[in-house]
């Protein structure tokens, strides 16, 4: 079965949960502008550059990914905007 063919098959026989807010999740962790540019050569203050975060702290997003599956999400998302 295709993973187009399992999706449909899922949404026909059931209501599928999406993850939750990635921003507010992010903010639970209280990072600071290092854990935003990590050892990037930026010009510019990064804090709050939470697309980054998927280079620059991919143990966070990935735990954020963990919890949401975790909690019964179906689906889940990036953590960008």
Known sequence: ?????????????RIL?????????IQQ???GEADYRGDLDLSKDQKGNNDLL????PDIIGGIHDAYLAAGADMI???TF
């Open 54 to 57: 998927s280079i620059t702290r």
């Open 29 to 31: 962790h209280k990072l």
């Open 1 to 13: 079965m295709s993973a187009r063919e399992a999706f449909t098959a899922a949404c026909q026989s």
């Open 17 to 25: 949960v999406f993850d939750g807010g990635y921003g507010t999740a």
């Open 77 to 79: 998302e990036t953590n």
